[in-house]
């Protein structure tokens, strides 16, 4: 029916957090009657030895599996949706190279305006409060305006979520130790993001 919107939801996680505030967008997403979400990660590309380093960790190993149910992203999944948000953990102040590598991948889209006007969004976490989510989020956004896509962050229509996140969209902070997920004030401005994204993804649609 009119109005019916598609979100695909595409993230970067190594421990988990990530993943959660995904999850969390999604809901929100499917908060909007007629809008359905669609959660897929990227490929690893870290060097083997480094993962086999990883692979040691019991937090690593935990996480991976709770993200097992979560296919692997491809550009074709950019295609039929009407709306894509990328979460990545900051890497010094910036997208994890696993995420930034599938978008720069999305140059074929750019050249035939494949993406352009659809709605777009970000989501991030980092080690600490100061720790670089804003510049991860906005670097995030630059590839969406690049893309001719509809940028949409989130709001503070809920007073009680002034102090949590920014307006560039939902982020967490994890720890040093990458063992503290996403608080429910994070996990809630990201579901409001979710929202409000396919809110205007339908509306654009009509």
Not at 17 to 23: G, P, S, V
Request: proline share 5%; net charge neutral.
């Amino acid at each position: 029916m009119a109005g019916e919107a598609k979100i695909l939801i595409v993230f970067y996680s190594l421990y988990g957090n990530t993943a959660k505030l995904a999850r969390a967008v999604a809901a929100g997403v499917e908060e909007v009657p007629g809008c359905s979400a669609v959660l897929k990660r990227v490929p690893e590309t870290m060097p083997r030895e480094t993962l086999e380093q990883l692979e040691k960790s019991a937090a690593y190993q935990k996480a991976q599996g709770e993200m097992r149910d979560i296919p692997l992203a491809t550009l074709d999944d950019l295609l039929d949706v009407d709306g894509v948000i990328f979460g990545s953990p900051s890497h010094f102040g910036n997208a994890a190279a696993q995420l930034k590598q599938f978008i720069d991948a999305t140059v074929p889209l750019w050249v035939k305006g494949q993406l352009a006007g659809k709605v777009g969004g970000a989501f991030c976490t980092s080690g600490s409060l100061h720790g670089g989510n804003e510049g991860t989020l906005i670097s995030l956004l630059l590839p969406l305006l690049h893309h001719g896509m509809i940028i949409v962050g989130r709001t503070y229509e809920d007073y009680s979520l002034a102090n949590w996140g920014t307006p560039y969209g939902a982020s967490s902070t994890s720890g040093p130790n990458h063992d503290q997920p996403p608080a429910e004030q994070d996990l809630a401005v990201a579901r409001a993001l979710g929202k409000r994204i396919a809110t205007v993804a339908q509306k654009l649609k009509g």
